[in-house]
Nanobody, 115 residues
Framework: VQLVESGGGLVQPGGSLRLSCAAS????????MSWYRQAPGKGRELVVF????????NYADSVKGRFTASRDNAKNTVYLQMNSLKSEDTAVYYC?????????WGQGTQVTVSS
């Protein structure tokens, strides 16, 4: 199993970024996926959960209305569109999957929101 995030970077407050997570090594379309984030000095928190078919999502209150998760099962990729970014969104963002009772994490991608 491999999860590889990309798309992070430095963006000004109010800006947008789109993160991608390319998955391999498992039957991607059969598994729910999640995005987590970890800000400096804080614990890792769930940002969004997306069901295997992408029809169901569950967002953290802090990102509702600003972030949108989606997935392309033909490309084995899950996305996180982040709009109206705030300084408090600064964190390392991780892709996550639970497969056969094991937890799998990507290496993370840094998102920094600063003027």
């Amino acid at each position: 199993v491999q999860l590889v995030e990309s798309g992070g970077g430095l963006v000004q407050p109010g800006g947008s970024l789109r993160l991608s997570c390319a998955a391999s090594g498992f039957a991607f379309s059969g598994y729910a996926m999640s995005w987590y984030r970890q800000a400096p000095g804080k614990g890792r928190e769930l940002v969004v959960f997306i069901s295997s078919a992408g029809r169901s999502t569950n967002y953290a209150d802090s990102v509702k209305g600003r972030f949108t998760a989606s997935r392309d099962n033909a490309k084995n990729t899950v996305y996180l569109q982040m709009n109206s970014l705030k300084s408090e969104d600064t964190a390392v963002y991780y892709c996550y999957a639970r497969i056969s009772s094991y937890d799998y994490w990507g290496q993370g991608t840094q998102v920094t929101v600063s003027s």
